[in-house]
């Protein structure tokens, strides 16, 4: 990317303010702008940074008005993040490959389509389906009698086992693992475990983008599903037969365990448990770190600690835990006003 | 698979009652059965699904009466449950192959059975040894001189380091890294950190399976351990020179540090913790999210929390810890009734 | 290695005490010392060992002076656990390679140094530079224009995308993914996510080790900056934005989320997690699984819990949350001696 101010504003409908032979060549914050980059005030809270930015170009709002000078040539538009925003997926939108790239390896009744790409050393098995514009990055296994709808990006290293399924215009990224076997086991009378076999499956549907390094184990007999737009990010453990709810957002490092069902739109913290065998209703908001030990049957409800329970008691009980301590120190002197004998402490 | 209730009957020496020429073609719950599906009702609780399933077959034990019409063919067997897992172990049984494939290499100096599966894009080092039986699938790494036993089966991208040993009936799942550095650094006076060498290895005792994801680093100097009959879910640490006892069992993303030992017939939750250097009595059940800080001598015992304590007193620290508040007013009126007076509230 | 105690006096500089014949021909801790292996006692503390000790040689400090009989021999140096560190680095340092395994794929446009080894099934892309001595183990991406600084390791599976920077005299372990996009997402009117295009790069400075499995995001627009010296355990997530400060060490599975700086020399213990956009001052040290959910501006403090504060303050908390049930009960009893009617329980 380079590109003028002249031409910035053609692209995105506005008036450009200052000097417009003004070429940039990268994207920053305003805050952190320098010299050849492009940035954008949105937010009236930044418009200080405004005013000492060394961003070449602004993109601003149609109503801003400087109250002091500003060394950036402004590019003024209707809705200056929506445009900087349009700018930033011009620039995402990496070009698209299609074909084999000669060090894979393509079972001979896997089907794939012409307009897909299947990287370097990528390993696509025997009937497997993998559909138009869907780009697999290096290193990727495609197991056995899988299918991978279209226009997904499937990142270096991902391996989905046999006969998963994953949609279309899904993003997965590296490194992370579909279909690997529940973790089942009986106990046996000597006290050694016997593996419950694993036969179900993982079904990813479409708009899901699942981070780097994930796990999501297959369903026992049924599919553990990942439903339409949730978005997972890095680390996170999926166990076999968990159902997460369509646009549901869980951030990295939590874990659902087996067979719990988490309702639509909900968002989950970091580093956050669940118990197996929960249903968690639509909407709920879980803090970070906090372990989810029963079911939550109100929706759209916060909740927090572990074990969780509502985010506002909870905040309440940790500001009294910091000050415990103190409770004591209060509990002794009412104590000693009453003779109580203290052989208890 | 496609079976009939007739052949089901036969190969499961039970008998059957309703249409024996129903055929079915997937296993399912009781609760979610459908047209085609093979079903089981082993628990009493589960019996009024039984009258309601769309399984057109089910396998009941032989003194099993139903109360009411059930629409699915049945077969009587003496025991429901362990025939249900017959037919799940059949269908786990995939194929084994043997031989190596084109895309792999594997090294001259490493010996392997002709009876083992080297998959695609795998890497066999020098002097590695595999024994009969066992399978890897694709890009799997077999690092200089390791040693995998026979009967194993290692999924894709598990990367195992130079040195290390894997048992025999190993399962061992996608992304998993075995014989990773240990974390160990010295403080240099000027604050920089010196690398310890990590000369150990990871041994994996028979009968051993991982999930995917986890991390097993090698020893210092000598092994890092995982014996017999464990079981370790997926995205697991284990730093080095940790040694976990015979048919312990771990849940997901917990972490276990550096030389601490776990005991034999260890359950432990997911996303617990442990410190290093100390050790846990056999039999110890560690509930999901604690954090284990020191010793536990005595066996079979529960524990909860972080620092984790005994199971029972910790939920009832807790229960009062959802309290604090309410304990907070009752020593604000007991302070009030003795009229002292409240300046540290 | 096999090795005399002669040899070995010679080549430490120290003298032999004991049988100079006697062979060696692997390491051990003093206290798990066997026939053939060399150990050394440094710390006094472990004095005992020696004289129970199977190790065929140990190194001791020269002013060792043993109370008893000692079955092994002795090589008397001026610092004992350094010259026993010699060793070890000298068995660690396995000899490097250089060119490009038959099997890996180089892009044209790569600029890889003919001191540079390329192993087994790496990609390579356009674009790429790999500086001398670097060794990439099997099946390593290194995606189009990133860049690997010279003697570093980079061990299997690892996935670095594209345009991003790898320092000097680093080590990465296995299935780490380093440059995966950041977790950004603009919720939508109708409850849909919009992925927020995540278009900068991860700078990893010189003399990083980075663990197996560890997931470190790219910058929306700027780097993702993990600094000179630091050292990141197994199992961690960075996400995009973050700044580790120079020579920041950070155990297991911890989790730093977006935007948010770690200052130099901070310690972190395992478990941990931190919020998005806070900023931690220099040489904090946060206890293993605390939750850091505020900014730390005072340099050299420790914190625990979750949310974590001062550590010596939350150790005293955690003492009275153990004793809860006990502090009730006093209020009960006081509640009793003032006749206070006890219906709040």
Request: charged share 20%.
């Given at each position: 990317?380079?590109?003028?101010?002249?031409?910035?504003?053609?692209?995105?409908?506005?008036?450009?303010?200052?000097?417009?032979?003004?070429?940039?060549?990268?994207?920053?914050?305003?805050?952190e702008?320098?010299?050849?980059?492009?940035?954008?005030?949105?937010?009236?809270?930044?418009?200080?940074?405004a005013?000492?930015?060394?961003?070449?170009?602004?993109?601003?709002?149609?109503?801003?008005?400087?109250?002091?000078?500003?060394?950036?040539?402004?590019?003024?538009?209707?809705?200056?993040?929506?445009?900087?925003?349009?700018?930033?997926?011009?620039?995402?939108?990496?070009?698209?490959?299609?074909?084999?790239?000669?060090?894979?390896?393509?079972?001979?009744?896997?089907?794939v389509?012409?307009?897909?790409?299947?990287?370097?050393?990528?390993?696509?098995g025997?009937?497997?389906?993998?559909?138009?514009?869907?780009?697999?990055?290096?290193?990727v296994?495609?197991?056995?009698?899988?299918?991978?709808g279209?226009?997904?990006?499937?990142?270096?290293?991902?391996?989905?086992?046999?006969?998963?399924?994953?949609?279309?215009?899904?993003?997965?990224?590296?490194?992370?693992?579909?279909?690997?076997?529940?973790?089942?086991?009986?106990?046996?009378?000597?006290?050694?475990?016997?593996?419950?076999?694993?036969?179900?499956?993982?079904?990813?549907e479409?708009?899901?983008?699942?981070?780097?390094?994930?796990?999501i184990?297959?369903?026992?007999?049924?599919?553990?599903?990942?439903?339409?737009?949730?978005?997972?990010?890095?680390?996170?453990?999926?166990?076999?037969?968990?159902?997460?709810?369509?646009?549901?957002?869980?951030?990295?490092?939590?874990g659902?365990?087996?067979?719990?069902?988490?309702?639509?739109?909900?968002?989950?913290?970091?580093?956050?448990?669940?118990?197996?065998?929960?249903?968690?209703?639509?909407?709920?908001?879980?803090?970070?770190?906090?372990?989810?030990?029963?079911?939550?049957?109100?929706?759209?409800?916060?909740?927090?600690?572990?074990?969780?329970f509502?985010?506002?008691e909870?905040?309440?009980?940790?500001?009294?835990?910091?000050?415990?301590?103190?409770?004591?120190?209060?509990?002794?002197?009412?104590?000693?006003?009453?003779?109580?004998?203290?052989?208890?402490?």
């Amino acid at each position: 990317m380079e590109i003028s101010a002249a031409e910035l504003g053609e692209l995105l409908n506005g008036e450009v303010v200052g000097d417009p032979s003004v070429r940039v060549h990268k994207l920053s914050k305003i805050e952190e702008g320098e010299q050849g980059a492009l940035s954008f005030l949105a937010n009236p809270k930044y418009e200080a940074f405004a005013y000492d930015t060394k961003a070449s170009i602004l993109i601003v709002n149609a109503d801003f008005e400087p109250a002091k000078d500003i060394a950036s040539t402004l590019i003024k538009v209707d809705d200056a993040y929506s445009s900087f925003a349009q700018i930033m997926e011009q620039l995402a939108d990496r070009s698209r490959k299609s074909g084999v790239h000669p060090t894979a390896f393509v079972a001979e009744s896997a089907n794939v389509s012409e307009d897909a790409y299947i990287g370097p050393f990528c390993y696509v098995g025997e009937g497997v389906e993998v559909k138009a514009g869907t780009q697999l990055s290096a290193h990727v296994t495609i197991g056995d009698g899988s299918l991978v709808g279209k226009d997904t990006l499937i990142y270096a290293g991902v391996h989905v086992y046999h006969g998963c399924q994953v949609g279309d215009h899904c993003i997965i990224h590296a490194g992370t693992v579909i279909g690997s076997d529940g973790f089942g086991f009986v106990p046996q009378p000597d006290g050694r475990f016997k593996k419950v076999p694993q036969l179900g499956t993982v079904i990813i549907e479409d708009h899901v983008e699942i981070g780097a390094n994930v796990t999501i184990d297959r369903g026992t007999m049924d599919a553990t599903r990942i439903c339409e737009g949730v978005k997972l990010d890095n680390l996170i453990q999926v166990a076999h037969n968990v159902e997460i709810g369509a646009h549901t957002v869980i951030a990295a490092q939590a874990g659902v365990s087996g067979s719990t069902k988490l309702g639509k739109h909900c968002m989950v913290g970091g580093q956050v448990g669940f118990v197996g065998h929960i249903s968690i209703a639509a909407g709920s908001k879980i803090n970070a770190q906090s372990g989810v030990a029963k079911s939550i049957k109100e929706p759209n409800k916060s909740w927090n600690g572990s074990p969780a329970f509502a985010f506002s008691e909870n905040l309440r009980s940790k500001v009294y835990f910091k000050r415990l301590p103190e409770l004591v120190k209060r509990i002794d002197e009412l104590e000693k006003a009453l003779a109580i004998h203290q052989n208890k402490k």
